[in-house]
T-cell receptor
């Protein structure tokens, strides 16, 4: 069965510190992988996506993610967190048919001064 | 508008009443999705429309839930005889090429 696991429900980091949000997936075919961010009162926004090719993908707002097939992971990273990064982050997996996307339960990020 | 618009933004209803939620997708987007987000949980897929193809209704939790979309225009999600467990944020997303989804801000449904 297809699923996405985000093991960390809530993470707190200091502004300027590095960040890594974990995502593990279970998918029967070659996965298409996504990270979305949901800021308070706003809709989800796509940060980055992986379809094929280079396993390290760059996204908006200075985020990057690395696809590791052997670990079934697609962790999100940022070298230096800004206060404005405080939000809910969702990992998702989908098929190239586009008919369904499976989302994780999200990781809430708090950034402290 | 430039983004996905959902209305109402908030809906409070009494148990047993019917509710209708609306989604205006981005013009030209052929794909439209409805998701449900319960408090503290991830997004739960409900239904997917792609152009004029038959919708994928596999995520609808019961026959009280239904959705319609005419062509590539507005979609409505209807919940009949609402129950308290239907309380959640209902998110709509539309998608064009590249499997990139654009989400609306959602409708917060509260069933008393």
């Amino acid at each position: 069965a297809q699923s996405v696991t985000q093991p960390d429900i809530h993470i707190t980091v200091s502004e300027g510190a590095s960040l890594e949000l974990r995502c593990n997936y279970s998918y029967g075919a070659t996965p298409y992988l996504f990270w979305y961010v949901q800021s308070p009162g706003q809709g989800l926004q796509l940060l980055l996506k992986y379809f094929s090719g280079d396993t390290l993908v760059q996204g908006i707002k200075g985020f990057e993610a690395e696809f590791k097939r052997s670990q079934s992971s697609f962790n999100l990273r940022k070298p230096s967190v800004h206060w404005s990064d405080a939000a809910e982050y969702f990992c998702a997996v989908g098929a190239n048919t586009g008919n369904q996307f499976y989302f994780g339960t999200g990781t809430s990020l708090t950034v402290i001064p | 508008g430039a983004g996905v618009s959902q209305s109402p933004s908030n809906k409070v209803t009494e148990k047993g009443k019917d509710v209708e939620l609306r989604c205006d997708p981005i013009s030209g987007h052929t794909a439209l999705y409805w998701y449900r987000q319960r408090l503290g949980q991830g997004l739960e897929f409900l239904i997917y429309f792609q152009g004029n193809s038959a919708p994928d209704k596999s995520g609808l939790p019961s026959d009280r839930f239904s959705a319609e979309r005419t062509g590539e225009s507005v979609s409505t999600l209807t919940i009949q005889r609402t129950q308290q467990e239907d309380s959640a944020v209902y998110l709509c997303a539309s998608g064009g090429k590249g499997l990139k989804l654009f989400f609306g801000s959602g409708t917060q449904l509260s069933v008393l």
